[in-house]
């Protein structure tokens, strides 16, 4: 098969990201395809943010629930007032740690352009540039505010390779722009800044404490961890391996697949993989999805994982690994594993 920048001629759609086919994936992304992309966090399915009909496609490609909203990615700040207007809270904010993984979630301006299906049809818009370069240059290059979720079946491990993405979503994604591993390896932090008190949605790649020296203050919101209406993609389950995870091991099963952290490594595990064999918890965010997907094959009963430090980066790996072992729900338990 001849190479149209689409197809690799293994027919899985990813093509190595370079100045001719982020070109190509920019115009087909304004023709209302969908394409995944690199960022620092995980690969994201990205869509013309603008377009209904794309967005709804991101949508069903990834089996995602139409009220859980999108992470609109933007090329810079000055592209984003356009969207929302920004209190000082979020200038700070945006000024500081832009591009990077950090989510704020902000009131959609009067004349917001994003597709109304990209926020779920809510008064509210989930905003961020992200510092990868070849996600840049998509958006640069496309000239459109591209709503991009991990791009992976909904409820699964996130995608931190271009092999991940179609290993998960196949021949759903036409384009796949490979451009190596995702440097942060975790979803960005996502911080609401709709109300009086900010609140935190998500931990991720942004360090909380650092957004509390510039603008105070984060609340948690109640009941954090349950589909809520100002976070709706809180639902307990996610990430999840299609086998079991067994969190806080000190011991492996023979029978078990063990998800390590640290120099000091129980034996007796029909296979470990080591997050950090240093304990360094921005080495085991890198890992992580990388590692659970890896692991999970039917030749072991469960994935074991060691503890990790409730530190730093260490809470957002927590908060994923927790959702990886939490109860889940009966539709996925029945569904077929992950291609
Ligand atoms: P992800 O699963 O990485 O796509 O994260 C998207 C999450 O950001 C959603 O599940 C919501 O919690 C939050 N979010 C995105 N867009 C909005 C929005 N317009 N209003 C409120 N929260 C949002
Ligand atoms: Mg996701």
């Known amino acids: 098969m001849a190479d149209d920048g689409r197809k690799r001629t293994d027919g899985t759609g990813v093509v190595v990201a370079t100045p001719e086919s982020i070109a190509r994936a920019a115009r087909r992304l304004r023709e209302g395809e969908l394409v995944a992309?690199?960022?620092?966090?995980?690969?994201?399915?990205?869509?013309?943010?603008?377009?209904?009909?794309?967005?709804?496609?991101?949508?069903?490609?990834?089996?995602?629930?139409?009220?859980?909203?999108?992470?609109?990615?933007?090329?810079?700040?000055?592209?984003?007032?356009?969207?929302?207007?920004?209190?000082?809270?979020?200038?700070?904010?945006?000024?500081?740690?832009?591009?990077?993984?950090?989510?704020?979630?902000?009131?959609?301006?009067?004349?917001?352009?994003?597709?109304?299906?990209?926020?779920?049809?809510?008064?509210?818009?989930?905003?961020?540039v992200p510092d990868n370069h070849v996600a840049l240059a998509l958006i640069r290059v496309a000239g459109r505010p591209v709503a991009g979720p991990s791009a992976n079946l909904s409820g699964r491990p996130s995608p931190t390779t271009a092999r991940h993405v179609y290993e998960s979503l196949g021949d759903a994604v036409p384009t796949i722009l490979d451009g190596g591993s995702c440097a942060v390896g975790i979803e960005s932090t996502i911080l609401d800044l709709t109300g009086d008190e900010p609140l935190l949605l998500r931990p991720g790649g942004a360090s909380v404490e650092a957004v509390e020296e510039l603008i105070g203050p984060v609340g948690r919101p109640q009941g954090a961890g349950e589909a809520t209406p100002t976070s709706p993609g809180r639902a307990e389950s996610h990430y999840a391996p299609n086998l079991p995870v067994r969190l806080g091991a000190t011991h492996a099963d023979?029978?078990?697949?063990?998800?390590?952290?640290?120099?000091?490594?129980?034996?007796?595990?029909?296979?470990?993989?080591?997050?950090?064999?240093?304990?360094?918890?921005?080495?085991?965010?890198?890992?992580?999805?990388?590692?659970?997907?890896?692991?999970?094959?039917?030749?072991?009963?469960?994935?074991?994982?060691?503890?990790?430090?409730?530190t730093g980066m260490g809470r957002a790996v927590n908060d994923r690994l927790r959702r990886a072992a939490a109860p889940r729900p009966a539709s996925r338990l029945a569904a077929a594993p992950c291609r």
């Open 37 to 128: 992309f690199p960022t620092e966090t995980v690969y994201g399915l990205g869509a013309d943010a603008t377009d209904e009909d794309a967005v709804a496609a991101v949508y069903a490609a990834k089996g995602r629930p139409a009220s859980n909203p999108l992470i609109i990615h933007v090329a810079d700040l000055d592209a984003t007032r356009e969207l929302a207007p920004f209190d000082e809270r979020a200038e700070a904010l945006a000024t500081a740690f832009w591009p990077g993984p950090l989510t704020l979630i902000l009131p959609r301006a009067a004349r917001c352009a994003i597709a109304g299906r990209a926020c779920a049809g809510r008064d509210t818009v989930a905003v961020r």
């Open 254 to 310: 023979p029978d078990e697949a063990l998800l390590a952290f640290g120099p000091v490594v129980p034996g007796g595990a029909a296979k470990t993989l080591n997050l950090s064999t240093a304990g360094d918890v921005v080495e085991a965010a890198v890992n992580l999805f990388d590692m659970l997907l890896r692991l999970d094959t039917p030749e072991f009963r469960r994935i074991a994982v060691m503890p990790v430090p409730e």
